[in-house]
């Protein structure tokens, strides 16, 4: 397994799109930063969405659980 580098692979903690929660998101996916955190999202038309009001789908978002990444 070492010689492949599987124990350098690390998951993200995020898995889906806050916007659009049906889509699974991966490290190469559309970011965005959020309270010094980076928040991964699907598409280009998901990135202009939260930019239009990153506030309000944040808050949807971690009340659904979405973002793990800002649990304390």
């Given at each position: 397994?070492?010689?492949?580098?599987?124990?350098?692979?690390?998951?993200?903690?995020?898995?889906?799109?806050?916007?659009?929660?049906?889509?699974?998101?991966?490290?190469?996916s559309k970011?965005?930063?959020?309270?010094?955190?980076?928040i991964y999202?699907?598409?280009?038309?998901?990135?202009?969405?939260?930019?239009?009001?990153?506030?309000?789908?944040?808050?949807?978002?971690?009340?659904?659980?979405?973002?793990?990444?800002?649990?304390?």
């Amino acid at each position: 397994m070492k010689k492949l580098g599987v124990d350098k692979i690390k998951l993200l903690d995020q898995r889906v799109c806050p916007i659009y929660p049906e889509r699974y998101i991966n490290p190469n996916s559309k970011t965005v930063e959020y309270k010094g955190k980076v928040i991964y999202l699907w598409s280009s038309s998901a990135q202009r969405r939260w930019k239009r009001d990153p506030d309000a789908y944040f808050k949807e978002a971690f009340d659904k659980g979405l973002l793990p990444q800002f649990k304390s």
